[in-house]
Nanobody, 119 residues
Framework: HVQLVESGGGSVQAGGSLRLSCVASDNAICMAWFRQGPGKEREGVAVIFPPGRYTNYADSVKGRFTISQDNAKNTVYLQMNGLKPEDTAMYYC????????????????WGQGTQVTVS
């Protein structure tokens, strides 16, 4: 059973930065970050595939967020700079074994989430 454990969330003022981390218990074809704000659907933020090679971002975070991976540690990171109040959400790490789109339907395993609040 694959486990994903996120950390690094918190509260920050607009314009600030946070770095999220996700440790996976297994390797994957693709790893991604999603987020879900209050009353909103879960949306893809960034994906990296295959491990450490290609990346893709939602338009809303391009130029501000960076996804990266440490294969030796089975860890994926999301560096978030220039945070905005609209970035406030629960952020989830996800692991996929086939397609690597920014769609939640492509992912088989999910972490429990880490809250990011921007004021």
């Amino acid at each position: 059973h694959v486990q994903l454990v996120e950390s690094g969330g918190g509260s920050v003022q607009a314009g600030g930065s946070l770095r999220l981390s996700c440790v996976a218990s297994d390797n994957a074809i693709c790893m991604a970050w999603f987020r879900q704000g209050p009353g909103k659907e879960r949306e893809g933020v960034a994906v990296i595939f295959p491990p450490g090679r290609y990346t893709n971002y939602a338009d809303s975070v391009k130029g501000r967020f960076t996804i990266s991976q440490d294969n030796a540690k089975n860890t994926v990171y999301l560096q978030m700079n220039g945070l905005k109040p609209e970035d406030t959400a629960m952020y989830y790490c996800a692991l996929g074994v086939a397609r690597c789109r920014l769609s939640p339907y492509d992912y088989n395993y999910w972490g429990q989430g880490t809250q990011v609040t921007v004021s």
